[in-house]
Every structure is written in structure tokens, then in C-alpha cells.
């Protein structure tokens, strides 16, 4: 009896808990979001991970499969890719964010005025995931439906 008990008390636990994550779907629905990054990450890049973590708890909430993501990132904000060359708590969380289909965008301007190289200075950037300018960007996106969060 103890065990019937306990295998009806996990199923009902089992569907109360898809309920509620319908139930968070069912209220966010879909989004497009772009998030804006351009300020120095501080002391051991708390900042950075702060808004990574942002960021995850987005997708927490709607689903990946709910949430289309970009990060734009120009002037002091490319010290996140710059920290992540050295930091592998920041690689791990890029890669994992990438995973889950975060676009990374990279200002163009920021790195010919600051002689950066995306191959050498930041982490996993690749020539696709520049653009021209990080505020034009910001802009188009804003134009294509994307809210705008700054962490």
C-alpha cells in the first residue's frame, strides 16, 4: 500500500511539474530578444558573468526552443570574449549559451579602432559572428521585433 502511495504521489509530483512549465510557455510564448553589451566586466569579469547569467535564466523561463537570442557585444563589452581567452568558467558558459543557440555579434568598429583580433584576442569568434557596427545592429534588431535588454 506504502508503495502504491508513493508511485501515485510521484506521478502526480510528474505532472504538476510539466503543468507548470506549460503553464510558464503558455506565458512568455515566443520572444526575440537582443542583449546589449558595452561596459568594462570589473573585477574577475563579474559583470560579464552576471549578464551570461541573465541570460540563462531567460532561457530558463521561456525555453531555448521558445527564445531567439543575440548578444551584441562592441567597445568595452568585447572584454567578455577577451576574458573568456583565460577564464574557463566564461568559456564554459559562452559555449553552453552558444549551445543553446545564442548568437554572439561582434562589433567590426570596435575591432579595427582598437586593433583587436577576433581570431587571436577573443574567444570562439568566428568571421560570421562580426558585424559593421554593434549600434547599427542594435537598431536593426530592435527594427525586426528584438526587445532590448541591458544587463
Same mark, same amino acid.
Given at each position: &500500500? +506504502? !508503495?502504491?502511495?508513493?508511485? @501515485?504521489s510521484?506521478?502526480?509530483?510528474? @505532472? /504538476?511539474?510539466? $503543468? ?7 506565458? !512568455? ?7 546589449h ?5 570589473? $573585477?574577475?569579469?563579474?559583470? !560579464?558573468?552576471?549578464? &551570461? ?13 521558445? *527564445?531567439?537570442? +543575440?548578444v ?7 572584454? /567578455?570574449? &577577451? ?8 568559456? $564554459? @558558459?559562452?559555449?553552453? /549559451? ?16 582598437r ?7 577573443? !574567444? ?6 562580426i ?9 536593426? *534588431?530592435?527594427?525586426?521585433?528584438y $526587445?532590448?535588454? +541591458?544587463?
Amino acid at each position: &500500500m +506504502k !508503495y502504491i502511495i508513493a508511485l @501515485v504521489s510521484a506521478a502526480v509530483l510528474a @505532472v /504538476l511539474a510539466v $503543468t507548470a512549465s506549460a503553464q510558464d510557455t503558455e506565458r !512568455y510564448g515566443k520572444q526575440k530578444v537582443v542583449y546589449h553589451i558595452n561596459y568594462d566586466g570589473g $573585477t574577475e569579469s563579474k559583470a !560579464y558573468k552576471g549578464a &551570461m547569467r541573465n541570460i540563462q535564466n531567460h532561457i530558463n523561463a521561456v525555453g531555448a526552443e521558445n *527564445l531567439d537570442v +543575440k548578444v551584441v557585444l562592441h567597445g568595452n563589452g568585447l572584454g /567578455l570574449l &577577451m576574458a573568456a581567452k583565460d577564464d574557463s568558467t566564461l568559456q $564554459t @558558459v559562452v559555449g553552453s /549559451l552558444k549551445g543553446q543557440n545564442v548568437g554572439f555579434q561582434v562589433c567590426n568598429n570596435t575591432l579595427k579602432g582598437r586593433k583587436i583580433s577576433y581570431s587571436d584576442d577573443l !574567444y570562439d569568434v568566428w568571421e560570421e559572428d562580426i558585424v559593421p557596427s554593434g549600434v547599427a545592429e542594435l537598431s536593426r *534588431l530592435q527594427q525586426m521585433g528584438y $526587445t532590448y535588454i +541591458k544587463p
